[in-house]
């Protein structure tokens, strides 16, 4: 028993020696031969985690990563886009393609990148959706796992592994789509008055966009060829701008502006507007009052909007007396509303026209007058006024193409006659003096001393006899001087006879 207990514990003490000789490490520098790597082999090429574990390999991708990229994910027609391709490789080399709206392709460019590359490219002026692809083949470096066989000596060697790195031709694609939607897009609208009736004529403005249009004959209103601008919001993906739209039309109150949205494409209808009908200032307020309410007006319908009539309205407890063109008296038609009176002269001609009122002394009233003259409007204007002295009152409205003069024609004081005719009669009389010398003397009044003032006849007699007069002298002294000489050969002659 002893014995074989003996061996037993022999064998055992021997395997545990021969054991731990055999897994004891051994330095590689105790081998006198060099060591042999293997090829390296690529056994994980999906890989995209570097592991860092202590005693592990790290691995890296092994496929080109390529991605497309743009500043935005919708555009206008117009709009410039950035677009940028990057790449996990070194000597990417990619092309750049796009697949138009109509189907078409076109390569837009090709280039060599290490990292990213971006350029700008104007989209198309056709609206719909745009795909950009782009291909490239680049070289990557990757981790992989070599193997080499470390010897001791030339019967005692083993396998170790251990991470290389190693470079490798890779290939990949990517693709984006883009939505270009048309810049040019409508508004449009219907423009009535409370009575459902279309306002024509009527001048709709954009306040952002800085464009007019006006109304047909139906009340209706459309900017064809809206264009939006750069600045505009995505709404559910669409570009939307806010705008303002206002409205001015003849004699309609004017309305604040409306505030809307309008989309690419979509545009904005509907843009409704209902004016109501003022024909005369807030002083005095009519516009509650309709063409329908004017009974006993046969012609009302012609004149539903609003044109070519000249209106007068009288405030106060005054009755006109007349209404006159100049000096002859015209037809109007005549309405009590809201306790005014009410004129409408229909085709108004320009010029000068003169409305009298009467009423009882000291009684204040006030006058409004507005026209429509061929979709021109004349702003009204308004006077007021108080019937002092006399129980009548006279006013003067002038129409012309400028617009409207009212003014209240004052009395005229007798001071301010007699006064002129005076100062008048004393500067005639005194002209009269300074031009005839001092001599002007008042018709019918005679002076002592001095005679009376000769007549025309007698001037005239006085004349001829002083001219006579003077004939007979001339007479007289050619007589003389042709008996000179007569004498002067008498006394020659005497003298020789001596």
């Known amino acids: 028993m002893r014995i074989i207990l003996g061996v037993w514990l022999?064998?055992?003490?021997?395997?545990?020696?021969?054991?731990?000789?055999?897994?004891?490490?051994?330095p590689a520098a105790a081998s006198n031969t060099a060591a042999i790597e293997d090829t390296p082999v690529i056994t994980n090429a999906i890989v995209s985690v570097e592991e860092n574990m202590p005693g592990k390999a790290a691995f890296q991708a092994t496929y080109l990563s390529l991605s497309i990229t743009t500043d935005k994910s919708v555009y206008l027609t117009g709009d410039t886009a950035s677009i940028t391709v990057r790449t996990n490789a070194i000597n990417t080399h990619v092309r750049l393609q796009v697949q138009l709206p109509g189907g078409s392709q076109e390569t837009i460019d090709n280039f060599t990148t290490n990292a990213s590359h971006t350029l700008s490219w104007q989209v198309p002026s056709t609206s719909g959706l745009v795909r950009f692809t782009c291909e490239g083949e680049g070289t990557v470096e990757v981790w992989d796992t070599c193997f080499r066989s470390v010897c001791i000596d030339e019967e005692d060697c083993h396998i170790e592994s251990y991470p290389c790195m190693r470079s490798m031709s890779v290939t990949g694609n990517a693709s984006t789509d883009i939505?270009?939607?048309?810049?040019?897009?409508?508004?449009s609208g219907y423009i009535t008055d409370t009575n459902q009736r279309p306002v024509p004529g009527a001048t709709v403005s954009l306040t952002g966009n800085i464009q007019s249009t006006t109304s047909n004959n139906d009340g209706y209103y459309e900017f064809s060829s809206y264009q939006l601008?750069?600045?505009?919001?995505?709404?559910?993906?669409?570009?939307?701008?806010?705008?303002?739209?206002?409205?001015?039309?003849?004699?309609?109150?004017t309305q604040p502006g409306k505030t809307i949205q309008v989309q690419a494409e979509h545009g904005a209808t509907d843009v409704n507007f209902t004016l109501r009908r003022s024909f005369y200032p807030p002083g005095i307020d009519l516009s509650g009052f309709t063409l329908d309410a004017l009974s006993g007006w046969p012609e009302a319908e012609e004149y539903s909007t609003w044109q070519n009539i000249l209106g007068i309205t009288i405030d106060g407890t005054v009755e006109p007396r007349k209404l006159s063109y100049g000096t002859k008296d015209i037809s109007y038609q005549f309405?009590?509303?809201?306790?005014?009176?009410?004129y409408l002269i229909?085709?108004?001609?320009?010029?000068?026209?003169?409305?009298?009122l009467q009423g009882t002394q000291n009684t204040d009233y006030t006058v409004a007058a507005a026209a429509t003259l061929n979709n021109i409007y004349s702003e009204p204007v308004t006077v007021s006024g108080n019937i002092e002295g006399k129980d009548d009152q006279r006013l003067r409205l002038m129409l012309n193409a400028g617009g409207i003069e009212l003014q209240v024609i004052r009395p005229v004081s007798l001071l301010l006659i007699i006064i002129p005719t005076v100062i008048g009669l004393l500067g005639g009389l005194a002209a009269a003096?300074?031009?005839?010398?001092g001599k002007f003397r008042i018709p019918g009044k005679k002076s002592a001393g001095h005679k009376p003032p000769k007549t025309k006849t007698a001037v005239k007699t006085k004349a001829k006899e002083k001219s006579k007069a003077t004939k007979i002298e001339e007479d007289s002294a050619d007589t003389q001087i042709k008996e000179r000489p007569a004498a002067k050969k008498s006394k020659s002659s005497g003298g020789k006879a001596e």
Do not use: M
């Open 10 to 26: 022999t064998i055992l003490v021997s395997g545990l020696f021969t054991i731990g000789s055999a897994v004891a490490p051994r």
């Open 179 to 187: 939505r270009v939607f048309s810049r040019t897009t409508s508004i």
């Open 229 to 253: 601008g750069d600045n505009y919001a995505l709404s559910n993906q669409i570009p939307t701008v806010t705008e303002t739209v206002s409205v001015e039309a003849i004699a309609c109150e």
């Open 335 to 342: 309405f009590n509303v809201d306790n005014k009176k009410l």
């Open 346 to 356: 229909t085709e108004p001609e320009l010029g000068r026209y003169f409305l009298e």
């Open 433 to 437: 003096y300074y031009l005839t010398g």
